[in-house]
């Protein structure tokens, strides 16, 4: 395995595992025991992963396998820091499961590119992929490689009853970034850090990226083109997210401990009201709303930019895909049709308290009316892909976290931050032509 795939594997997700909100725990669990429907003749293995970060998609799984009668299905809970190399492992030795679980983006499109995965589409019914939303980052050749399971909608959430203190419409959040400076303005007349979180773990820089980056480009493909090398970061429009911060940094909108904070406790800051407004997920809102009576109102980024992506919500989501070495293609899909009808899908929500990813899952069961509207705005309207997806290990590590911690400690200005992306992007194309090769005809769907 390569320093990437380790990265892969565990150093963007392991820090799903400490949302106090979801209650999951920030240990890795293993070994994991399998279970199994009861069922004659066929027999399907499913390797998966979620328990870590959703609570209660084990006694899920284990209900639709139990209830399930046309197959045998096995299942199997991966530890977070196998779910990568230990599927690609077994699928270069011939023996990966039949159905396997794959996370968004470049996080299932290098087993798509080494032929570990079969397309969805052809075995899986078209109105199914369609529903289940996998999102454009799992496209790749005019195929469809994964079904959608569980969404993660990346979101901007704020304080309502800081914003009342401060004398803002809470009901009404800044949507352009001149409205949110002027809030930030007067949040602080109140004594009130107007926006920020943690960002000493560094993950706080990325969901920065996957939203910020959005505001300047007109789809993922333009993207991909900044580390194939027909764009560069140096290119102002490619770094002003960075400067952006900077701007905040200088203003004093950070909140002062956000250097020395980490994810997910500087967003428990803006449910506790010491934070005005920061980046979240969507999976946190029913806690996080429950814990206030309603007061965390969610937002899109403000926008600045002129792309055609800026303003949209981003709507990431944890997936499902069928390997290339099953036996069994077709009774794979028919599972995982299972999985998505509509009897499924209540049971979900009833074992997990989430929405399962699919638009026609009936959100009247929702009770709290912040996450019902949240999942409106995400889920069930023209959203767009999370970028941070796309982007490859080495630069994921060597620049996309340190240059947002740089930037808010104040140590590099936002175009030094471009600076060193388009060096480590660079770096990146000299040392791997064969994923460059890869990466550009992967562009050509996500231009779509």
């Not at 396998?65 to 096995?74: D, L, P, Q």
């Not at 309502?160 to 352009?176: E, F, R």
């Not at 814990?291 to 303003?311: D, F, S």
Request: net charge negative; hydrophobic share 40%; proline share 5%.
């Amino acid at each position: 395995m390569t320093k990437q795939s380790k990265h892969l594997g565990i150093s963007r997700r392991d820090l799903i595992l400490t949302s106090a909100a979801l209650g999951a725990s920030g240990a890795l669990r293993g070994p994991f025991g399998a279970s199994a429907a009861r069922a004659e003749g066929k027999t399907l293995d499913m390797w998966w992963w979620g328990e870590q970060e959703l609570p209660g998609l084990q006694a899920f799984v284990d209900d639709s396998v139990k209830n399930y009668s046309a197959a045998t299905v096995k299942t199997m809970l991966q530890d977070t820091a196998v779910v990568i190399s230990q599927f690609q492992t077994a699928a270069a030795a011939g023996k990966a499961p039949d159905i396997q679980y794959l996370w968004n983006g470049i996080y299932h499109m290098e087993s798509v590119w080494l032929g570990y995965l079969r397309a969805l589409n052809g075995l899986v019914k078209d109105d199914v992929i369609t529903a289940s939303g996998p999102t454009l980052l799992s496209h790749f050749g005019g195929n469809v490689y994964r079904l959608g399971w569980y969404p993660l909608p990346m979101i901007w959430i704020y304080n309502k009853d800081l914003y009342d203190k401060a004398g803002l419409n809470a009901d009404v959040p800044p949507k352009t970034w001149d409205e949110f400076l002027s809030a930030c303005d007067k949040l602080k007349s109140k004594d009130i850090a107007p926006v920020g979180g943690g960002i000493q773990d560094g993950y706080w820089g990325e969901w920065y990226f996957g939203h910020a980056l959005a505001q300047n480009v007109d789809n993922a493909g333009e993207v991909i083109d900044l580390f194939t090398g027909e764009r560069d970061f140096r290119d102002p429009k490619y770094h002003e997210h960075w400067v952006r911060l900077e701007d905040l940094k200088k203003a004093g909108f950070l909140n002062s401990e956000m250097s020395s904070t980490e994810l997910y406790p500087g967003i428990d800051m803006i449910v506790a009201g010491k934070v005005g407004a920061g980046l979240s997920i969507g999976a946190r809102m029913p806690a996080d709303s429950k814990q206030t009576n309603g007061r965390i109102g969610t937002m899109v980024m403000p926008t600045y930019g002129k792309g055609k992506l800026a303003g949209m919500p981003i709507l990431d989501a944890q997936g499902l895909g069928i390997s290339a070495d099953s036996k069994n293609p077709e009774d794979a899909a028919a599972f995982l049709e299972y999985l998505q009808s509509p009897e499924r899908l209540k049971v979900f929500h009833e074992k997990t308290g989430w929405i399962p990813s699919n638009t026609t899952f009936d959100v009247s069961v929702i009770d709290d009316e912040s996450v019902r509207s949240m999942w409106q705005n995400w889920g069930l309207s023209p959203n767009i892909p999370y970028l941070s997806n796309l982007v490859p290990g080495q630069f994921y590590d060597q620049a996309l976290l340190p240059t947002a911690q740089q930037v808010v400690s104040g140590k590099m200005t936002g175009a030094e931050a471009g600076d060193l992306a388009a060096k480590v992007a660079k770096e990146w194309r000299d040392f791997n032509p064969d994923m460059v090769g890869n990466y550009r005809k992967w562009a050509a769907d996500l231009a779509g």
